[in-house]
């Protein structure tokens, strides 16, 4: 293989794996999306904010980190994605600072708006986060309404920009495709499922936790119904051939099968990652006395997602299609930053063990007992 493309897969690599990390970190935002129905008392609200609040950095910090990488390795999707669809985007980064704000002020002293407002902005976080995130990672596989004309760099009359936006929407119309809501639901169902499985790990509150349990087969039923919709889509669907030779697009019959069947590693990586999330939720179901199950759940999130990631874009697949123009659709090769750009990051990620050392560190300092009611409630608790 040659050494640029090697390079360039190198990076999806990474860009899928923290993509991965994100939506697992997401429990942050599915715990959230329940305040006010899985917490029924002030204290036990107070008990779930305390727990994702030790967290929340972690998943804003991995979004910054998603959007960098994207950015440094294939610039012309930030340009195209996040400059056209600004609408999609910046709904999803308000939530987010949404929260930030929350997690700041909601017990401040003079606080005007009352820590139920505050608290309501994690709830709203809590749903738009997840679902919109989905809706967009759906959109590798549905496409998006944009245009690519790289001749407008030497044009004397052109405006420089190479990529627009095809209509007015500016991302919103993903919304409009019944495919990308089922898996912004996906993941929306997913997040709570994770946020439960962690509130059962962090939490000791007897009443509380065997609420959780119970909650957790309603959600899981709703993730079922929307993950295995899209997946069964998903093979059958028409995916977004490349010619390696030409560059020409296509559209090929059962394309995202027929990686998988031809990639056997990333289907592998795809169907451990379901069989872990499925484990750690059945295990937590199924044991009155089993707390675990957020760490194969995690696992098998990151894994799934990668595993999904990887056929959206290996193989020779156009990973951001355009419905406007098929041959605008955004591959691996006409996307990505120079090569020596791409050579010299490869030299930093390797400074990313260290990075997931640390946070396993800062994790395992966090939670060396769980959070309880006198916890949350003592005079002395300087959090949230």
């Known amino acids: 293989m040659d050494n640029y493309i090697f390079l360039q ?148 009359t052109g405006s420089g920009v190479i990529s627009h936006w095809a209509n007015a929407s500016h991302g919103l119309d993903a919304l409009l495709d019944p495919w990308n809501v089922a898996l912004g639901l996906a993941v929306f169902f997913l997040a709570r499922i994770l946020g439960i499985l962690y509130f059962i790990n962090n939490i000791h509150h007897k009443e509380f936790i065997d609420r959780c349990r119970k909650r957790l087969v309603s959600n899981t039923a709703c993730f079922l119904v929307f993950f295995l919709a899209f997946a069964v889509y998903l093979l059958i669907k028409e995916g977004y051939a490349v010619d390696p030779e030409t560059g020409i697009i296509s559209l090929e019959k059962y394309k995202y099968l027929t990686n998988f069947l031809e990639m056997p590693l990333v289907l592998a990586i795809f169907l451990i990652g379901v069989v872990l999330v499925l484990f750690g939720i059945i295990a937590t179901i199924l044991k009155s006395n089993y707390t675990k199950g957020i760490w194969f759940a995690g696992l098998g999130t990151v894994l799934t997602v990668l595993g999904l990631l990887l056929v959206a874009a290996f193989n020779n697949t156009a990973y951001y299609p355009s419905n406007a123009d098929l041959q605008s659709s955004l591959t691996l090769a006409n996307s990505c930053s120079s090569k020596f750009t791409l050579k010299v990051m490869t030299y930093v990620s390797f400074l990313v063990p260290f990075v997931i050392a640390y946070i396993y560190y800062a994790w395992k300092s966090i939670d060396v007992k769980k959070i309880t009611v006198e916890e949350v409630t003592s005079k002395k608790n300087t959090t949230y």
């Not at 608290?119 to 590798?140: D, K, R, Y």
């Open 9 to 156: 897969h190198y990076w999806w690599v990474i860009v899928a794996l923290l993509a991965g990390i994100l939506v697992f970190l997401l429990f942050v935002q599915g715990g959230n999306s329940m305040l006010f129905s899985l917490g029924k008392t002030e204290e036990e609200k107070k008990l779930m904010v305390n727990s994702t609040g030790r967290k929340w950095e972690f998943t804003f910090t991995t979004l910054v980190t998603f959007g960098g990488g994207f950015f440094a390795s294939f610039p012309l999707f930030y340009s195209t994605s996040f400059g056209g669809a600004y609408w999609l985007w910046m709904i999803i980064l308000f939530s987010f600072v949404m929260q930030a704000v929350s997690y700041e002020f909601q017990n401040k002293a003079g606080n005007l708006l009352g820590a139920k407002v505050y608290q309501g902005f994690l709830v709203v976080n809590g749903i738009l986060g997840p679902v919109l995130l989905g809706g967009a990672v759906a959109t590798f596989f549905n496409g998006s309404n944009f245009l690519v004309d790289k001749g407008n760099i030497l044009s004397d």
